[in-house]
């Protein structure tokens, strides 16, 4: 069975960090693009990162682009979100996600349809 979880949700004061995580069970992240989306609400789910393990090869939008860097333990099968500066327009539900096979280098892997998605993890930013 293929799963995504993630986890290190929370609440922290603006300006400070989190860091999630997204363990993959019942397939290979490095035959995959990982991705991290957020979704605040009343707002449209945003794809935050991207990753595929086999390369290191990454993506950013400008609104995380210097704060948030994406990371793969090829030895866990998880991927990692670092979030550091966090703003109060960062709160929302931080979901991981996976498509296979792997997205073109350096492309931003939201605009294709995710094979796995996981159940989201609460990120809250307090001013």
């Known amino acids: 069975e293929v799963q995504l979880v993630e986890s290190g949700g929370g609440l922290v004061q603006a300006g400070g960090s989190l860091r999630l995580s997204c363990v993959a069970s019942g397939f290979t992240i490095e035959d995959s693009t990982i991705a991290w989306f957020r979704q605040a609400p009343g707002k449209e789910r945003e794809g935050v990162s991207c990753?595929?393990?086999?390369?290191?090869?990454?993506y950013y939008p400008d609104s995380v682009k210097g704060r948030f860097t994406i990371s793969g333990d090829n030895s866990r099968n998880a991927v990692y979100l670092q979030m550091n500066s966090l703003k109060p327009e960062d709160p929302a539900v931080y979901f991981c996600a996976a498509v296979t096979p792997e997205t073109p280098p350096g492309s931003d892997c939201s605009r294709f349809p995710m094979d796995y998605w996981g159940k989201g993890t609460l990120v809250t930013v307090s001013s």
């Open positions: 990753i595929s393990p086999s390369d290191d090869n990454t």
